[in-house]
């Protein structure tokens, strides 16, 4: 049975730090309601003397700051936002949205090759995949401690190794006022080249590391190689509770509003997916996966 085991430290945001440092915590983080420039949890003729002053020069406000004074976000903070303050304070302009999630979490790190299955010479894609948090995000993939990829917008990292071993694989996540968080495949392990005449499912993964229970989408792909291409998948749920038949598509998407409206919601807790790969020539190949569902994030 495969399954990615990963860990992570998450969740980990501190106002005024240096961006190169990522920090983990378990506490909720208060949003940054807009307009809230001083941070005292309500919109007023404070945020609106605070702002001018920073834009006149007299005052600093740090990146948090800036991002709860653009009020109509559009990445620059300036005179027009002050307005918007002041009419929003006045009862005459609303937010388009009243606050952002300060948290921001790496929802899922994955590569399209499982540990023990990645071949030395053979490219590997690993992509983070973010839930909520003040966007933009930035990206920085790291091997062994070392930065491997510099900080970009790309939430996708392609690596071939050149020896067989274990390698810890990590990815540093920064929203749009540099709070990181960071996760770890550790000891995913690099073998070397082999060849198969038979395919071979090389990796299984999805799109978010849980599905909570009726409010997500979950999508889980396959990845296959050897054998005679093309390839034709099948996947089933639960022995059978639901099954996409073979076809061309490597992609098994698990729509938990459908099912609700089904009445066949999944139970909390693990599933488990057969993922079964038919090759041009008939030979074939299969694997198991696990997912979890959990109860919604409050």
Not at 118 to 140: I, K, L, N, Q, R
Request: with cysteine; charged share 20%.
């Amino acid at each position: 049975m495969k399954k990615i085991i990963k860990a992570a430290l998450s969740g980990a945001l501190v106002m005024g730090m240096l961006a190169a440092q990522c920090f983990s915590t378990s506490a909720m983080i208060r949003p940054i309601i807009t307009g809230d420039v001083d941070w005292n949890s309500k919109v007023d003729v404070n945020d609106v003397t605070l702002l001018q002053n920073a834009l006149a020069g007299s005052a600093e406000i740090d990146k948090s700051q800036n991002y709860a004074g653009d009020v109509n976000f559009n990445g620059v903070t300036n005179v027009e936002d002050v307005t918007l303050i002041q009419l929003h304070i006045a009862g005459k302009y609303e937010f388009e949205r009243k606050s952002t999630n300060l948290e921001h979490i790496i929802r899922n790190f994955c590569a399209d090759y499982d540990s023990g299955k990645a071949m030395t010479g053979t490219p590997v894609t690993f992509t983070a995949t973010m839930d909520s948090g003040v966007t933009p995000f930035s990206y920085e993939f790291l091997i062994n401690g070392e930065v491997v990829q510099q900080k970009s917008e790309s939430n996708t990292f392609t690596y071939t190794f050149s020896e067989s071993g274990s390698y810890d694989v990590s990815v540093r996540s920064y929203n749009a006022i540099d709070d990181c968080t960071e996760e770890t495949l550790y000891n995913y392990t690099v073998v070397d080249a082999y060849e198969s005449e038979d395919p071979v499912i090389v990796g299984i993964h999805t799109d978010v590391d849980y599905i909570g229970y009726d409010e997500y989408s979950l999508t889980i792909s396959a990845n296959a190689i050897f054998g005679t291409a093309p390839y034709q998948y099948k996947f089933t749920l639960d022995n059978g509770f639901l099954v996409q038949d073979y076809s061309e598509s490597a992609d098994f998407t698990i729509e938990m509003s459908e099912l609700k409206k089904q009445g066949k919601s999944l139970e909390i807790g693990e599933h488990t997916v057969l993922v079964e790969v038919k090759d041009a020539d008939g030979k074939t190949a299969q694997e198991t996966f696990t997912f979890e569902v959990k109860e919604p994030r409050m």
